[in-house]
């Protein structure tokens, strides 16, 4: 055979889709683990023609997944977004979408026990070293994906996955604030740096000449914005202690508005390099965390609210996300407790992966 066999899943999770491994399954070094990913997903190349991913962001995505050896934790998540246009594999930040599906598949992959009618596991992001917990559906212990819960971004219906982030705060740099300061101004522009979940620099759409209710198809084909973007996420990565992130995935972009839709706050999200579709679940927890911090820019665009549970709907291209909070300590410095989200997953395709033997010949 001139083909090593995988297994794999191929999972829509929330917005995302992408394969679902077991960690056991891939190589336990990185560099070659990811000539593994770059050869499955057909990169680089535009089109990703010679593997499984579909030539956007949002469909070049990876899980990994295994048992966790942590306390409290039941099993590990490493997610990979794998570069579409070069041989680059970014493990630095978490996503949400992609974690909508880890529940479901490790139950059915027998490293959690499913129970009746639904199942609570608890996941350890190891990009973010974040727990989380999952709620999946389980009747009569086996996983279901079918329900009634719509999310914008995805077709149809599907059984709920509850998600709840427990300790995200300072994902990748350690810091709610990683400048110091709910407020910075680069270059003329006023932003927010903020990490929760992930980390993010927000910036008002109309600081930068924008509405903040393009389409994501307008906001990618103005290349002047695109640059002009770039050149502050640079500029915001290095305030935010994470050096040159030239070639990155974070810190994302989000550029707000006041809502329309009767929402809390209306965003258009970058992955950083084009305008998501809808928008991400860790982007989505950390702009609710952004509007209930009082000074920050998010805050001048949402629609206030008080106490300590709240709903933040943020509205984006494809409808809206709604995010949970659970506040504590003093209102005008609040911390977030808990960031809680319903979304849905689906199994697509279950079997083997094949990847030429040159790039890996497997386990001996």
């Known amino acids: 055979m001139t ?10 999770g929330g917005t995302s889709r992408g394969p679902y491994f077991l960690a056991s399954d891939l190589p336990d070094d990185v560099p070659t683990r990811d000539r593994v990913l770059l050869a499955a997903m057909g990169s680089p190349h535009p089109l990703q023609v010679d ?3 579909g ?4 469909t070049s995505k990876v899980a990994i997944v ?3 050896r942590r306390p409290g934790a039941d099993v590990d998540y490493l997610f990979a977004q794998v570069a579409i246009d070069r041989a680059f594999v970014d493990t630095s930040p978490n996503c949400g979408n992609m974690l909508s599906g880890v529940g479901p598949f490790a139950i059915e992959a027998g490293l959690v026990p499913a129970r009746d009618p639904e199942t609570t596991l608890r996941i350890y992001n190891v990009n973010t070293e974040s727990l989380v917990e ?9 996983v279901t994906y079918d329900g009634d819960v719509a999310i914008d971004g995805a077709p149809g219906t599907a059984a709920p996955v509850k998600l709840a982030f427990l300790d995200a705060v300072g994902s990748v740099t350690g810091s709610l604030l990683p400048t110091g300061r709910v407020r910075d101004v680069i270059d003329g522009v006023p932003v927010s740096c903020i990490d929760n979940a992930m980390p993010m620099m927000l910036l008002a759409a109309e600081s930068v000449g924008k509405t903040g209710y393009e389409s994501p198809a307008d906001l990618d084909g103005d290349r002047a914005l695109m640059a002009r973007l770039e050149q502050l996420r640079l500029e915001a990565g290095r305030l935010m202690g994470l050096g040159d992130v030239t070639g990155r995935v974070v810190p994302k972009i989000g550029l707000v508005a006041r809502p329309r839709q009767g929402g809390t706050i209306a965003s258009r999200y970058f992955t950083p390099l084009a305008c998501h579709k809808a928008y ?5 927890v950390c702009l609710a965390t952004a509007c209930v911090l009082p000074g920050s820019i998010a805050a001048d665009y949402a629609e206030p609210a008080s106490g300590t549970q709240r709903v933040v709907r943020v509205e984006h291209p494809a409808g809206r996300i709604e995010v949970e909070l659970t506040l504590s300590g003093d209102p005008d410095h ?8 319903l979304r849905t997953a689906r199994r697509i395709f ?4 094949l990847v030429p033997r040159h790039v890996w010949a497997g386990r001996r």
Do not use: F
């Open 55 to 58: 030539a956007n962001p949002l």
């Open 134 to 142: 999952a709620v999946v559906q389980t009747p009569g212990g086996r």
């Open 3 to 12: 083909q090593t066999r995988i297994p794999c899943v191929l999972m829509r």
């Open 51 to 53: 593997g499984i991913g």
């Open 280 to 284: 991400a679940v860790t982007g989505s």
């Open 334 to 341: 609040p911390t977030v407790e808990r960031a809680a989200l």
């Open 350 to 353: 279950e079997g083997h992966l």
């Open 66 to 68: 295994s048992r966790s």
